[in-house]
């Protein structure tokens, strides 16, 4: 019998809830990962899993990954091949689903893993886009994963890698950036939407153990709420049992030691 | 009488990598032996570029042999006093792009053309006006050009073309005309092999030629573009080689993470790892030396071979049914 959850496996079954079976996920490092597992596992066994090394995948890897590079993902792949070919699935709109993560988010879903301070003059170098900021401005739907604090999920951002919605509204296609963009910012805390017309990041749900005060005390910018706000529903006991499975030391969903 | 391609890890380096050079340094099986030939035989100047840089660009921005970085990801970026420090005194200078850009750019360098065109880019802050040039080392070079396609009025950022001097890899096999051969995810090295004025491959094995050319699809680069062939078992550890063996895990994070935090770790590192293995054989009997004997033998991979053969046959000419009609 599982009782009790981590935020990790809670962020892991949130982030599977969005890959719909027969998506074509651009699946990404770390949380995700797993994620795209547990949904193959469960309502999304026809979802196809892109890694910019290069490997296109219909069924998860035999093994537990620390990355997307490790020798068993290659193993049972439906194609081995170049980060090109992945990035052409990409810019001809035939990637349903990216996810990517980041150091800091703006409420229209900019992303930075660039810089903290100016990037003339930077207080931290951040590891960069890698694949990020491709996924962001050409996947159908973006999803974004944050750790939940008030200096990450700021106003404005230091340095815009991912493009979400650029300053809201129109701005993203303005930009002359295909339709798309930021569709779920999954947090710590709660799980958000985007407004279709504002462009805006609003709380669909709040995690088991968190509250609205504590969401809008640890959110950079004023808070927006959905009339219908939940509690986010909680993994079940399968899918902690396959999460367990499939992350069986906890490297990512129950902070083990590498 | 053909040039001799296969040679000892110090001769390849020392005859072509030369200081200043532009070096592709791999992204997925790392070319890790050249890497510490590399450190070992004081390179300087060095620029590195590549989609995703990991511990072995930032091992050689801590060696001192490079002082400029062109990527879309450096890891270890994030670890005190290693990137940012050195970006903040001018010791290194960073540009940075994303996977696809380099991807692009490096497929422009292979192809002769220019520049390339993408649709990444638009509306971020790596177009600001700050950030449009190079900070300093390409003098008179534009770092992009954002501009409407002439054809359909469409968007796009223009990218100019990466040639580098030198790309350094690892591959499963070669033979000893120097032509290559890998399998696997391949990450943007496929468009770096060609993208190069000068290429070193590190190999798992030297096969015969019969057998490179019973499998032709395998070859990733053929032997006129390959300047080097160094044959040298485990030379992407700590990474992985499909079919051969696979990441050293605790290798990277009791050793060679921690040696990334600071100058002293470092230089820690550097001594008992580099400085004190003259071979690359050296280096793996250290790493035997502290994990047991058994220490590489234990991330073998197992077989995984092909369900199916893939056959290319052939119907010989003279079976083919013969059109009268041609004179």
Redo the contacts between chains.
């Keep these: 019998m599982v009782s009790g959850f981590t935020p990790g496996e809670l962020m892991v079954t949130a982030a599977a809830r969005e890959i719909r079976d027969g998506d074509v996920v651009f699946v990404g490092m770390r949380l995700p990962l797993v994620a795209f597992s547990l949904a193959k596992l469960t309502h999304a066994p026809n979802a196809f899993g892109l890694?910019?090394?290069?490997?296109l995948r219909a069924s998860p890897s035999p093994e537990f990954l620390?990355?997307m590079?490790?020798?068993?993902?290659?193993?049972g792949a439906s194609m081995?091949?170049?980060?090109?070919n992945v990035?052409a699935l990409?810019?001809r709109g035939r990637v349903d689903l990216g996810f990517i993560g980041g150091a800091e988010v703006d409420r229209y879903g900019n992303v930075n893993s660039?810089y903290i301070g100016p990037?003339?003059?930077?207080?931290?170098?951040?590891?960069?886009?890698?694949?990020?900021?491709?996924i962001a401005?050409?996947a159908k739907r973006l999803l974004i994963i944050m750790a939940h604090e008030r200096h990450r999920l700021r106003t404005a951002v230091d340095?815009?890698?991912?493009?979400g919605f650029?300053g809201g509204g129109a701005?993203?296609e303005q930009?002359?950036?295909?339709a798309g963009g930021p569709k779920t910012l999954v947090t710590t805390l709660g799980v958000f939407d985007f407004d279709p017309r504002t462009r805006e990041a609003v709380l669909r749900s709040y995690h088991p153990g968190a509250s609205l005060d504590e969401l809008r005390a640890a959110t950079g910018w004023p808070l927006r709420v959905a009339a219908d706000v939940g509690e986010t529903v909680p993994p079940s006991s399968a899918d902690l049992t396959l999460i367990r499975r499939l992350d069986p030391d906890g490297i990512w969903t129950r902070g083990g030691a590498? | 009488m053909a040039e001799r391609k296969v040679m000892s890890l110090p001769e390849a380096v020392e005859r072509f990598v030369q200081d200043g050079d532009t070096v592709y340094c791999g992204y997925l099986m790392l070319p890790m032996a050249l890497v510490m030939e590399l450190v070992r035989q004081r390179k300087r100047h060095l620029e590195l570029v590549g989609a995703s840089l990991v511990y072995q660009a930032t091992m050689l921005v801590l060696a001192g042999c490079a002082d400029r970085v062109r990527t879309g990801y450096i890891q270890g970026a994030l670890r005190p006093g290693s990137i940012t420090e050195r970006m903040a005194d001018g010791r290194l200078r960073f540009e940075d792009y994303s996977n696809q850009g380099i991807a692009l750019m490096l497929m422009a360098g292979a192809l002769g053309i220019p520049f390339i065109p993408t649709r990444s880019f638009l509306g971020t802050d790596y177009l600001a006006p700050e950030n449009q040039h190079h900070t300093g080392h390409y003098p008179g070079y534009r770092k992009w050009q954002e501009m409407e396609s002439p054809f359909d009025g469409q968007k796009a950022v223009l990218l100019p073309a990466l040639r580098p001097d030198v790309t350094i890899m690892h591959a499963q096999r070669a033979d000893e005309e120097g032509n290559i051969q890998w399998w696997g995810h391949k990450g943007d090295a496929r468009w770096a092999f060609w993208a190069a004025r000068r290429l070193i491959v590190t190999v798992e094995e030297i096969v015969p030629s019969d057998a490179v050319r019973s499998d032709p699809d395998r070859t990733a680069v053929p032997a006129s573009r390959v300047a080097a062939v160094v044959h040298c078992p485990y030379g992407a550890h700590p990474s992985g080689v499909a079919g051969f063996y696979d990441f050293d895990y605790r290798f990277v994070g009791e050793v060679l993470a921690p040696a990334l935090d600071s100058d002293a770790a470092f230089a820690a590192f550097r001594g008992e790892w580099i400085d004190a293995c003259p071979t690359h054989d050296a280096y793996l009997e250290r790493v035997k030396a502290r994990y047991g004997p058994d220490a590489l033998d234990v991330l073998k991979a197992e077989p995984h071979r092909p369900l199916l053969p893939v056959d290319y046959g052939f119907a010989p000419w003279f079976n083919l049914p013969v059109r009268e009609d041609i004179p």
């Design positions: 890694f910019e090394n290069g490997l620390y990355t590079s490790d020798t068993p993902n290659i193993v081995c091949t170049s980060l090109l990035m990409l810019g660039s990037r003339q003059r930077p207080r931290a170098k951040l590891p960069g886009s890698g694949g990020a900021g491709d401005s050409l340095y815009v890698t991912s493009p650029l701005q993203r930009a002359g950036l295909p590498r």
